[in-house]
């Protein structure tokens, strides 16, 4: 498995889905300084997102000692306390050192009883990067679920939660759904209890945050037989779609959902008016332009030139029709128009 | 029963980073993943390079890798630094033979300890040397993670300034060029973290000990003069008197319960029994508890805050964000790492005539802010 090496620690993304279920503990089987460095981010991130709930990590305290002769006492000592609190369920992440010294965490997690115990082979950068934990932590918790019968709504999968504007997006995705009259049945994993993870097989569609949890998408998809669009929508164009693909996917009409959006998108394009014809530079560090761009490049007639003015462009790329209002918002803003 | 929930104390890795990085013209590189760097990359707010292990790296080995590094930054800074992470210290890669010239190296493992102890060890490798022409004294405690840091630099320049004294070396937040130049004396600004440089004349924390420490100084050093720092330590002193005195004709005196690092905590426990008559429920410290006449314990994970706040509950919280957010219910002064939720922008200092008149200043507006608050 060949990773990014800028990308950050597995027990981050595994992390940032975990300490979502709001009544389970989860457990770093590390040092405490691994437990603080993710714990001291989420702290920071849950304000810049008014969260203002701090997140329960419990770490096993890895030390010297244990290095030498072994983790998993102290993770069973670890275990012992996190089955104190009465959680709804507890998961396990291991670090690069549990993975290191090669403490055998699952045989000391099969010992518990009386709550639902989930391991998630994180292994830190020995499991690979942010967005594998992200995975890996969709997946295990995935166990948690049943089956069901499809009912008609939706589940949104693995979203962003250390991104700034999950809300928003959260927020636009239900908007849009709203339009074909579908409701969001889960956010699977997004604030919710553990007992909300029973209903994620449920759902008639799942809907990916982005394309790189199509694993994800498969894995739920061969155990509960839920089709899934690969992710939230982006650009106009790719937002009518979206309309369409979820219609399809649900056997329901989009019609006049597709042609109410369209008519916004038109006052959109409207109110940026000002911005056309205007010199610009778009900067998008690592890779292609997003399609979107090209989209907003003919819509607006923008010409970009070398100096043109350097335009902000969202990573992650915006949601939605509003994402990309706001972000039209903020390059008025730039350019003055 | 081990059970640390939620960690509130970075670990040794990022003390040594710290130091490190405090050192202008010292490239320092974080010998392991990205998850490691990007910690002390986002709280220090300095340069830092890393080798971004993977687990490819652990099983091929990863000295060329480190080597690269290495040498490309030995073409750019005066020094380099490197601070080895857990997985590269248990796999036991003898990475120190490997590098050519002399190299900075801490072995810093997080699990080895805590942000102090990996401070102090890599102030053990820092090349200081004492300067016998170098004038003044040495600047000792900085750290850049404390949120204290400028402003007690700042303040210990302005006073010793006053008495005719010059600051040499800053250690940890200064040139390499300086440290080589230190002076055979330092005071210090937080004693929990002192370098080890330079002959210790005493602490700038408090205003009593200031003076004790400028007493100290005019008995080595020539044109010492103590005069500015009588006046306004007075001026000072009757100003907080007064405005002390003031809130107590119309409260009672503050229930308190301070976070920090142990010399921080009792110091600010001294000056509010002093002043306010403050009770002192606990000094909830992240390092080593030291003597201490308050009661003291360790407070490094989020259950051992929330534990001793319950057991006895106070109207006044010094410490950081975290434990802000564990007694909501209480007045708040922003007093240690780390500080989420609210902007800071300007150097405080702790230290000196101006840091107890800062500390001073934020308990009185925060304990009447509170009280109008319940009032309301």
Redesign the interface.
Known sequence: MISSRTEGCTLTGALSVTSSVQDAITVIHGPDGCAHHNFSLLHALHFDNDQLILPSFLSSSLKEQEIIFGGEQALEDALAGALAGSPGAIFVLTSCVAAAIGDDVMAVCSEISGCPVVVIPSGGFLGGGFSDGVRSALIALSDLADGGDPNGTVTLVGEKNLEYEAEANYHEVRRLLGLLGVKVQLRFVRNIDVSAIAHLGSSSLNILREESLTDVGDVLEDRFGTPYLPSFPVGFEGTLTFLSQVADALNIGSREAVSSEMARQKEIIDQFSELRGRAINVCHPGGMPPLFLNELLELFDLQVKERGQNLPLPDPVPVGTSGISRMLSRWKRVLHA | ??????????????GAVTCFSGIRGIGTIIH?????Y??PA??LHRRLYCT?????D?IFGAEARLLELVERLQGEYEAVAVVNT??PA??GEEIRTCLPGEILMVDS????G?FEQGYHAACRTLPARTDPDAAGVNLDGLQLLDPFCSGNALEAQRMLAAAGVGVAARFCDETLGGIRHSSGYSVHTNPDLSSGFGRGMGTLLGIDETGETLKCLEKTLDGVDLEAFEFEKEHVGNAIDSSCEKFLMRHDPPVVAIFSGFSYADFAARMLKYYLDASVTILGVRNSPGISSFRTAEA???SAVQDLIAADPPDLLLGS??ER??CPDAAFVPFTY?L??MVRLKARPLIGIQGIAGLMEDVLNACLDHRAALNT
Not at chain 2, 2 to 14: F, I, S, V
Not at chain 2, 109 to 112: D, E, I, K, Q, S
């Open positions: 029963m081990r059970d640390c929930r939620n960690a509130l104390w970075p670990c040794a890795m990022t392991g993943p990205s998850g490691c990007f910690f986002t709280v971004f292990l993977i687990e490819e652990i857990c997985t248990i796999t493992p997080g699990f080895l805590n490094c994970s989020l964000s975290f957010m564990a780390p989420r939720g």
